[in-house]
């Protein structure tokens, strides 16, 4: 079981937690804990984000309990290996073709996408729809993970997934 995170305000800290950015943003993040920076007090707002740095900060939004997937490539002393864990109990995140995560891999939007869609438990199905985006065709693999994440909808959500409305 999990709880998400309230919604409430978030006060800047008093100082810019980091050394290469003042924006606001991240400072907030840091403060709400969903992000702690380098050990050598930057933030990197320029560099890709890595898929263990985006599950560590949407679990940031959660109370962690449990989970025990093990990936081979993360071990248990894994600074992100909880929450790795607990997002693939969850069913936010699986393994590639070989069972490894590779968390310090660049995370791709596509892939964000699905992660952020299953957090939030928004369900994607195929739906008779063009895409928003004229580089995503329908057979990419994300395709209905993309429109359910971009398109604007009303939905009853079922047993089987969510309709439409």
Known sequence: AYEIYTGEEIPLPEEAPFSDTQDPIAGKAYAAGLTQGYEDGTFRPTQP???AELVKMVCGFFTVTGGSHAFPDVPASYWA?????????????SGGTDGTFQPGRNVTRAEAVKILNRAMDRQAGERDIAAPFTDVRVDHW?????????????YEKHSQGETWL
């Open 49 to 51: 984000v890595r898929r």
């Open 81 to 93: 290996a909880r929450e790795i864990a607990f997002a693939a109990a969850q069913g936010w995140i």
């Open 142 to 154: 994300a395709y209905h993970e993309i429109l359910e994440a971009s398109v604007t909808h009303d």
